[in-house]
């Protein structure tokens, strides 16, 4: 389950960095939800929500720690009374003090897996990094660490140097997705490829079109540049609809939902995948879930898949 929607607004410079108002009981209903379907792997990240995300999940998980895996983030600095996110801190003392928060706000005395939530960060800056990432591994704080980046170079640098490096968290999903790149890497140093994005930013989910128009919270009306599945005004991207619906009849077949589907193609393209789909409510888990029952899809199918988008 991906928790960054559940940490509700938060903003920078660029403008909403969250996904809208969130209910908090909502939320904690979802992740116990989660749990009883067999869910027990949650992501996270110390910005989501300006820390409110970490605080609401290590609620919900209080006296179930021991049952599921704590994924976390930091790198990106932000002030928890205002929500406001300004900027990054790439240094090593950094590490140590939002590893600490961290810790608090999940209620716990370690995470699982502790990841590089700075994409882009220069692979020799990086590197820097990893004496300290070793250290926590050492003192049990974490128990692995990871980056969160598209860059194939830069999970390359860590799958190679890192001795505890166990992820690479990526955005990948079947309109967004591809052999080549990072989960080549991933399986070539026995990493986990966590896919971000899985039901890309809801257009596989089946519940919007074109008319469709998020509100100005919504991080996807935000217009910055990464942005490129909903377009400034807050609409789908008309080109990914149509990709969507050229593959939805396969992604539906034997009793799938769309979103059941997507999910079920990131399990058949690779051993490796690890898709984090986010929902902040107890039906988007119900229907995330139901994907177990599934499985994956068949490998005669992904071929089909990739014929009709070349991907």
């Given at each position: 389950?991906g928790?960054?929607?559940?940490?509700?607004?938060?903003?920078?410079?660029?403008?909403?960095?969250?996904?809208?108002?969130?209910?908090?009981?909502?939320?904690?209903?979802?992740?116990?939800?989660?749990?009883?379907?067999?869910?027990?792997?949650?992501?996270?990240?110390?910005?989501?929500?300006?820390?409110?995300?970490?605080?609401?999940?290590?609620?919900?998980?209080?006296?179930?720690?021991?049952?599921?895996?704590?994924?976390?983030?930091w790198?990106?600095?932000?002030?928890?009374?205002?929500?406001?996110?300004?900027?990054?801190?790439?240094?090593?003392?950094?590490?140590?003090?939002?590893?600490?928060?961290?810790?608090?706000?999940?209620?716990?005395?370690?995470?699982?897996?502790?990841?590089?939530?700075?994409?882009?960060?220069?692979?020799?800056?990086?590197?820097?990094?990893?004496?300290?990432?070793?250290?926590?591994?050492?003192?049990?704080?974490?128990?692995?660490?990871?980056?969160?980046?598209?860059?194939?170079?830069?999970?390359?640098?860590?799958?190679?140097?890192?001795?505890?490096?166990?992820?690479?968290?990526?955005?990948?999903?079947?309109?967004?997705?591809?052999?080549?790149?990072?989960?080549?890497?991933?399986?070539?140093?026995g990493?986990?490829?966590?896919?971000?994005?899985?039901?890309?930013?809801?257009?596989?989910?089946?519940?919007?079109?074109?008319?469709?128009?998020?509100?100005?919270?919504?991080?996807?009306?935000?217009?910055?540049?990464?942005?490129?599945?909903?377009?400034?005004?807050?609409?789908?991207?008309?080109?990914?609809?149509?990709?969507?619906?050229?593959?939805?009849?396969?992604?539906?077949?034997?009793?799938?939902?769309?979103?059941?589907?997507?999910?079920?193609?990131?399990?058949?393209?690779?051993?490796?995948?690890i898709?984090?789909p986010?929902?902040?409510?107890?039906?988007?888990?119900?229907?995330?879930?139901?994907?177990?029952?599934?499985?994956?899809?068949t490998?005669?199918?992904?071929?089909?898949?990739?014929?009709?988008?070349?991907?």
């Open positions: 389950m928790c960054w929607a559940i940490g509700g607004p938060f903003h920078n410079d660029n403008g909403p960095s969250g996904w809208g108002e969130v209910d908090d009981d909502e939320s904690t209903r979802t992740v116990h939800r989660a749990l009883e379907l067999g869910v027990d792997f949650f992501d996270t990240a110390d910005v989501y929500g300006a820390g409110h995300s970490e605080r609401v999940l290590g609620r919900a998980l209080a006296g179930r720690r021991d049952q599921v895996a704590i994924a976390t983030k790198g990106w600095k932000f002030d928890e009374e205002t929500k406001y996110a300004d900027g990054g801190d790439d240094s090593a003392a950094y590490v140590r003090q939002a590893v600490t928060a961290s810790l608090d706000r999940l209620g716990t005395d370690y995470i699982d897996l502790y990841q590089l939530h700075m994409g882009n960060l220069a692979i020799d800056r990086a590197a820097e990094l990893l004496g300290t990432l070793e250290e926590l591994v050492a003192e049990g704080k974490i128990r692995a660490y990871g980056w969160s980046t598209d860059s194939p170079e830069r999970a390359e640098a860590w799958g190679r140097d890192g001795a505890h490096c166990a992820a690479i968290q990526h955005d990948f999903s079947v309109i967004r997705g591809s052999r080549h790149g990072v989960l080549e890497v991933c399986e070539r140093y990493l986990a490829s966590i896919n971000r994005g899985p039901l890309a930013m809801g257009l596989l989910t089946g519940k919007y079109d074109a008319s469709t128009q998020v509100g100005p919270k919504d991080v996807r009306a935000s217009g910055v540049g990464w942005m490129t599945l909903f377009g400034k005004d807050g609409r789908p991207s008309p080109e990914d609809l149509t990709r969507i619906e050229s593959v939805r009849e396969i992604l539906t077949s034997n009793g799938r939902t769309l979103a059941q589907g997507a999910l079920g193609w990131l399990w058949a393209v690779s051993d490796a995948t898709p984090i986010g929902c902040r409510t107890v039906a988007q888990v119900e229907d995330n879930a139901g994907a177990l029952e599934k499985g994956p899809l490998k005669a199918q992904v071929g089909e898949i990739e014929a009709l988008l070349a991907v």
